[in-house]
């Protein structure tokens, strides 16, 4: 089993709607977890960052994380054209990170 | 204040060549990575320096050798290029040592390939 696992395919969501990006992940003993976005020829950025159980917000994104089910969740809300891009999960264990494949996500004006 | 930079921006390889990947960062930072990126296979750690004089294989380093210089740049090799070391070379920094969970800032990224 990989370790980060991204499974959706692309998605894509109207203007204002709600996009959900979900991950998981197989070691247990994993404390860390991040969210990067990654724009088409460009370098990921950290959009969010969580290391306990439940829900962070930050503006219009909010990272969910359940350790009992090995699983990490990103919500985009009132999804704008500008959040087009892919969205790399990535777990820390081992002193390094692990990333997922990335979801890609298309904002429809 | 430039953070990460990474030179060159493109590079064709014949296979065998040699080449030198250059990566600097300038925000003090003590950590320091090597990572590939495929199409379909996402981010993958190659080499990662905790501290100056001080280097570690990641996940795929068959091929490749490291150099950390000095507290800015961390460097990789390639001594015969595959063509299966085709693909986008992404250097990152950070803070801490490697066991912190301090973001990783990314440079722009080495788009390689080798022919």
């Known amino acids: 089993q990989k370790e980060v696992e991204q499974n959706s395919g692309p998605l894509s969501v109207p203007e204002g709607a709600i996009a959900s990006l979900n991950c998981t992940y197989s070691?247990?003993?994993?404390?860390?977890f991040f969210w990067y976005r990654q724009y088409s020829g460009k370098s990921p950025e950290l959009i969010m960052s969580?290391?306990?159980?439940g829900d962070k917000e930050d503006g219009r994104f909010t990272a969910q994380l359940n350790k009992a089910s090995q699983y990490v969740s990103l919500l985009i809300r009132d999804s704008q054209p500008s959040d087009s891009a892919t969205y790399l999960c990535?777990?820390?264990?081992?002193?390094?990170?692990?990333f997922g494949k990335g979801n890609q996500v298309v904002v429809i004006p | 204040n430039a953070g990460v930079t990474q030179t060159p921006k493109f590079q064709v390889l014949k296979t065998g060549q040699s080449m030198t990947l250059q990566c600097a960062q300038d925000?003090?930072?003590?950590?320091m990575y090597w990572y590939r990126q495929d199409p379909g296979m996402g981010l993958r750690l190659i080499y990662y320096?905790?501290?100056?004089?001080?280097?570690d294989k990641g996940e795929v380093p068959n091929g490749y050798n490291v150099s950390r210089l000095n507290k800015r740049e961390f460097s990789l090799r390639l001594e015969s290029a595959a063509p299966s070391q085709t693909s986008v070379y992404f250097c990152?920094?950070?803070?801490?040592?490697?066991?912190?969970?301090?973001?990783?800032?990314f440079g722009p990224g080495t788009r390689l390939t080798v022919l």
């Open positions: 925000m003090n930072h003590n950590s």
């Open positions: 990152a920094s950070s803070e801490g040592g490697v066991w912190m969970d301090d973001e990783q800032f």
């Open positions: 990535a777990v820390k264990g081992n002193n390094r990170l692990a």
């Open positions: 070691d247990r003993g994993s404390q860390s």
């Open positions: 969580i290391y306990s159980n």
């Open positions: 320096s905790a501290s100056e004089g001080t280097t």
